[in-house]
């Protein structure tokens, strides 16, 4: 069966620290890979999602980048953390047509201070 | 470029009460339309979708949601909710090649 594991579950980090989240699916080949951040009362923000290695979509301008350097492998990084860059990051993947929905990973909770 | 519109934020309602939670999106030839529960700290999970056919569908713990074409509505219902049901729920519309697009979730809280 197809499982995604996101990591970590919960991060501190200082403002003008990297950051490196990790999301990883199994079971499935050549999904499409998405990132959200979710803050509170914002609902969820599209941040990139990619259809294939080394293809990326970057929906909003920010201090982060995205990378898929494997088929089931995906991360969102940053060179330097903002306080603004707080909040709730979900991963999600999709495969075939759009009508089954996405299956999200359980989340990263991104605190910076 | 397609939208979702959940008209509540914050719905408290009574344990045993029906509750209705809407959601409005842009009209567009086709769509595909779901509802994701969010329960704190967790990952969102498909609660149920709409792809044609009947437009009443139901989720296996007693939400239901109608497909409203004239309307581009897709409001969530339940006859009566349980305090397992505290959680936030989200809309979302896809239509064409794009990614889902979400509402900005709606907060259920059931009170005892």
């Known amino acids: 069966s197809q499982t995604i594991h996101q990591w970590p579950a919960t991060l501190v980090q200082p403002v003008g620290s990297p950051l490196s989240l990790e999301c990883t699916v199994e079971g499935t080949s050549n999904p499409n890979l998405y990132w959200y951040r979710q803050a509170a009362g914002r609902g969820l923000q599209l941040l990139f999602y990619?259809?294939?290695?080394?293809?990326i979509s970057s929906e909003v301008p920010q201090n982060l980048s995205a990378s898929r350097p494997q088929d089931r492998q995906f991360i969102l990084s940053s060179k330097k953390l903002l306080l603004s860059d707080s909040g709730f990051y979900l991963c999600?993947?999709?495969?075939?047509?759009?009508?089954?929905?996405?299956?999200f990973g359980s989340g990263t909770r991104l605190t910076v201070v | 470029a397609q939208s979702v519109t959940q008209l509540d934020s914050q719905v408290p309602v009574f344990e045993e009460a029906p509750v209705e939670l809407r959601c409005n999106y842009s009209?567009?030839?086709?769509?595909?339309l779901f509802w994701y529960v969010q329960y704190p700290n967790q990952g969102l999970q498909l609660l149920l979708k709409?792809?044609?056919?009947?437009?009443l569908v139901e989720s296996i713990n007693g939400f239901e949601a109608e497909f409203n074409k004239s309307q581009t509505s897709f409001h969530l219902r339940k006859p009566s909710v349980h305090i397992s049901d505290t959680a936030e729920y989200f809309c979302a519309v896809n239509s064409g090649n794009t990614p889902l697009v979400f509402g900005k979730g709606t907060r259920l809280s059931v009170i005892a």
């Open positions: 709409y792809l044609s056919g009947s437009t």
């Open positions: 999600a993947w999709s495969v075939g047509p759009r009508k089954d929905g996405y299956t």
């Open positions: 009209s567009s030839v086709s769509v595909y």
């Open positions: 990619s259809v294939g290695i080394g293809q």
